[in-house]
């Protein structure tokens, strides 16, 4: 029997709030997603480059520079969505969020539930674009 959708796809959080990153991390997993956490850009680029993320969840401020930076050449392939977190709640960060091709833009303090409820939306009509084709071609 095939697990729960959400079991397939694995979400990168990017945040140097431990305590944002903690909740977050309880949050998801109860939800069935498999969460991988850095820490900065320089982490998070690495796991971009080598790791199969279906959402990116990303703080705007990090220490060495801005989260919108992740998506600055594009989003990678399996990349289903990505959702910027800030504290500022600013219009002109808001534009260029959706320039830079995030799909949702979230300002702290928020519900961690109604993040992992956001991301469930925004995954739930690409979920068909996740199966692996072995899955999905499997006819026994």
Do not use: C, W
């Not at 079991?7 to 305590?19: A, G, H």
């Not at 971009?48 to 520079?65: I, K, M, N, Y």
Request: glycine share 10%.
């Amino acid at each position: 029997m095939s697990q729960p959708a959400a079991q397939r796809l694995d979400v990168l959080v990017v945040d140097d709030d431990e305590d944002t990153s903690v909740l977050l991390g309880i949050v998801l997993r109860r939800q069935g997603y498999k969460t991988t956490f850095v820490t900065n850009l320089a982490e998070a680029h690495g796991a971009l480059a080598t790791g199969d993320f279906a959402a990116l969840v990303t703080d705007l401020s990090l220490p060495d520079g801005s989260g919108l930076s992740l998506l600055s050449n594009g989003r990678p392939a399996t990349l289903r969505a990505a959702v910027v977190m800030t504290g500022s709640g600013g219009d002109a960060d808001r534009r260029e969020s959706e320039k830079r091709g995030f799909d949702a833009y979230v300002v702290k303090p928020f519900d961690a539930g109604t993040l992992a409820s956001l991301l469930a939306r925004l995954l739930g009509p690409r979920l068909a674009q996740d199966l692996h084709p072995s899955t999905a071609e499997d006819t026994s």
